[in-house]
């Protein structure tokens, strides 16, 4: 059985979690006017956004930014964190408090759009990933309460590719590709107790790329304004492994493991975006739709499944309901000189988590609204256009009260965990710095 455990931990340390673009913005540009796009198509930081907007430029543009995420959320004391419906009825109850501080989180990204020869079009490419490393995983407690978007939802690499092509001098499209990966395994192990054999195991996995289509439409007849479209995909990771194991005592062998675990690591809705930019002197007014669709969302805890041997499988007592939801943007930038532009942004993100929490299951969400402002320097590096810029965005999550109903998970009398109740709510803080870069 010991193979079980780094087969889990190879699959997990491949898989992914969501998009961190799609939570805090791309880069110092976007972020400030509420993670949308600008009006500017030297921006490679757009490629997430409008990505057809890359075809109006005729220079190789490059953008990087560093940017750190904090959590604060509302601490959880006094309820209960152990009960018979996942322990021995023989053990007492257990009244305790449930952790809601999170690590800090660090993120890279760069962004590059370079135009072919000839007017054949404009390749884009934008990468995201945490600083020091590719992928950070967590999967959650099992029974506790959790803000399951931003545990690690967002802690991980995202690549994403595009083709853009000018249809022409106002229109233009795109086509590209969100890369992904499904994940499998087998774990097959003897453990030998007082035989003339020693322990052993095998085990097999496989990881396969998946790929989210991106499409994009924009229409610009000038500089001073632009409309688009823009759909992503849906893509989410399934990771599941498959566990045997048997025990071998003298001549006598039984079989004590049979299982499947399974766990969506990480999900990314289908996003449909209507957006749109226009500028009246020194002002760029900024606004964007986003319909988003959460139907085949699912936590990310491992549920274990027996298919046979001694081992008992997942409690799992949660019924999750999800919804697809709208999330408004608008955003402004202010050119105060030549060379300093001041940008300010809105956006209200609703959960796609329906219900009160009151029930069986904790796993936690809610409405956000946030404030976005930054600001950006123009300038010059040996003739060629350079920006500098800063960041901030603060995310609030809107306050909640929990109520557990009467009685166990299970439908026994008793608590249910979290019970008698807790506060939800709190507030995400995101700072970056990053450059823009034209030749």
Excluded: C
């Amino acid at each position: 059985m010991k193979s079980l455990i780094p087969t889990l931990l190879l699959l997990i340390s491949l898989s992914t979690q969501a998009n961190y673009f799609e939570f805090f913005g791309t880069h110092v540009t976007t972020r400030g006017i509420g993670n949308q796009a600008n009006l500017n198509p030297h921006d490679p930081a757009n490629n997430y956004y409008a990505p057809a907007q890359m075809a109006f430029s005729d220079t190789f543009n490059f953008s990087t930014s560093l940017s750190s995420t904090v959590t604060d959320f509302e601490p959880i004391n006094g309820v209960v964190i152990k009960n018979d419906s996942f322990q021995d009825p023989a053990l007492d109850e257990e009244v305790g408090s449930v952790s809601t501080s999170y690590q800090k989180y660090y993120s890279a990204s760069l962004h590059i759009a370079l135009p072919l020869a000839k007017e054949l079009g404009t390749i884009a490419v934008s990468l995201s990933t945490p600083v020091g490393s590719l992928i950070e995983t967590n999967s959650g407690n099992a029974f506790l309460p959790e803000y399951i978007m931003y545990r690690s939802r967002y802690r991980r690499a995202l690549a994403l590719f595009n083709y853009a092509k000018k249809l022409g001098d106002s229109w233009a499209f795109s086509l590209g590709a969100q890369l992904g990966f499904q994940a499998a395994a087998t774990a097959d192990t003897n453990v030998s107790i007082q035989s003339d054999y020693g322990s052993y195991g095998s085990m097999k996995s496989k990881v396969k790329p998946s790929l989210g289509l991106l499409f994009s439409t924009i229409y610009r007849p000038s500089d001073d304004f632009q409309l688009y479209f823009s759909y992503q995909q849906e893509m989410k990771n399934n990771l599941e492994a498959n566990a045997f194991g048997k025990v071998s005592i003298s001549t006598t062998t039984d079989y004590i493991l049979d299982l499947n675990i399974t766990s969506m690591i990480f999900y990314d809705p289908h996003i449909f975006r209507l957006g749109t930019g226009t500028r009246l002197g020194m002002l760029k007014l900024y606004g964007l739709v986003e319909y988003q669709m959460w139907g085949n969302y699912k936590t990310p805890l491992m549920r274990v499944a027996k298919r046979g041997g001694g081992i008992q499988p997942s409690s799992d007592y949660e019924i999750l309901k999800v919804k697809d939801i709208f999330v408004p943007k608008v955003g402004m930038g202010i050119n105060v000189t030549e060379n300093i532009e001041l940008d300010l942004g809105l956006a209200y993100k609703p959960t796609p988590i329906e219900g009160d929490f009151s029930g069986s299951g904790n796993s936690l969400d809610a409405d956000s609204t946030i404030l976005a402002a930054g600001a950006l320097y123009k300038s010059k590096f040996f003739d060629f256009p350079l920006q500098l810029g800063g960041s901030l965005q603060y995310h609030m999550l809107k306050d909640q009260s929990v109520t557990k109903t009467p009685g166990l998970e299970n439908g026994d009398p008793g608590n249910k965990i979290g019970a008698p109740g807790y506060k939800i709510g709190g507030s995400i803080l995101v700072g970056s710095v990053g450059l823009t870069f034209n030749y």
